[in-house]
């Protein structure tokens, strides 16, 4: 199983074995994988080579680590093209999953100045301020920060958040919504994030800012995401 004489890293060994066991149905997802005693007694290596092969598929997304409980088979990252904007429960639609949002923060308060430059306000104007944890299945994909003029929604209310903004806005407001811009960041997650995504602290997370405009061109959101590295990526 493991080749101790080959010139592949035994970790790098482990990895591949631990995923083609995945790929076969072996462990499923939500499966716990057995401890790093039983893997280092199975491969016959020491438990420091198993963390570190553990600890390189936890990276990647294949394993996650919960904590007090163990390590667990992960689910598929959710994929998202990062051409376009994508209402994030028809992005968990399109996948399979059932989309759901656990709101922080629902409030209407006056602009910070970061937010009047984003959104191309003149002055310090109200908006109302949003914040969820966005999940599919039941797991935390990301803690989404979300900023909108009060003068595009002042209906708006805490219901109309639990499921996609941008069908309400579009919908109940009549909004039609453009092509925005966004940037993204790889960090670590903080002690607070981490809790809250249910990962450990310093896990990679991906921090995106974006700025939609509506069809016309006017600023309607500023938007500051932080997604689960393990569960979630971006391509062209």
């Known amino acids: 199983m493991i080749d101790k004489g080959s010139p592949v890293p035994i970790y790098y060994q482990i990895q591949q074995v631990i995923k083609e066991q995945?790929?076969?149905g072996e462990w499923t997802v939500g499966d716990a994988i057995p401890s790093e005693r039983i893997l280092s007694e199975q491969f016959e290596v020491s438990r420091m080579t198993v963390?570190?092969?553990?600890?390189?598929?936890?990276?990647?997304?294949?394993?996650?680590?919960?904590?007090g409980s163990g390590t667990f088979v992960n689910n598929e990252k959710v994929e998202?093209?990062?051409?376009?904007?994508?209402?994030?429960?028809k992005l968990m639609e399109e996948r399979g999953m059932k989309a759901s949002s656990k709101i922080l923060s629902f409030q209407k308060r006056k602009a910070t100045s970061v937010e009047v430059l984003h959104l191309g306000m003149k002055?310090?104007?109200?908006?109302?301020?949003?914040?969820?944890?966005?999940?599919?299945?039941?797991?935390?994909?990301?803690?989404?920060t979300t900023i909108i003029p009060w003068t595009f929604a002042k209906d708006l209310r805490k219901k109309d958040i639990q499921g996609s903004l941008y069908d309400y806005m579009e919908t109940k407001e009549g909004l039609v919504i453009g092509e925005g811009k966004q940037s993204i960041e790889a960090v670590s997650a903080?002690?607070?994030?981490?809790?809250?995504?249910?990962?450990?602290?310093g896990?990679?997370?991906?921090?995106?800012e974006r700025v939609t405009p509506l069809k016309n061109g006017t600023p309607f959101e500023y938007?500051?995401?932080?997604?689960?590295?393990?569960?979630?990526?971006?391509?062209l």
Do not use: C, N
């Not at 903080?190 to 602290?201: F, G, N, R, V």
């Open 80 to 89: 998202q093209t990062l051409k376009g904007v994508t209402s994030f429960t």
């Open 190 to 201: 903080d002690k607070h994030t981490a809790e809250l995504l249910d990962i450990s602290t």
């Open 203 to 208: 896990s990679p997370i991906l921090l995106i």
């Open 51 to 67: 963390r570190q092969a553990v600890q390189g598929l936890v990276d990647e997304g294949v394993l996650t680590r919960k904590r």
């Open 123 to 144: 002055q310090m104007e109200d908006v109302w301020h949003i914040e969820r944890i966005r999940l599919g299945d039941d797991t935390p994909i990301a803690i989404e």
């Open 223 to 235: 938007i500051r995401s932080q997604y689960v590295g393990g569960r979630f990526k971006f391509y």
């Open 22 to 24: 995945i790929k076969k």
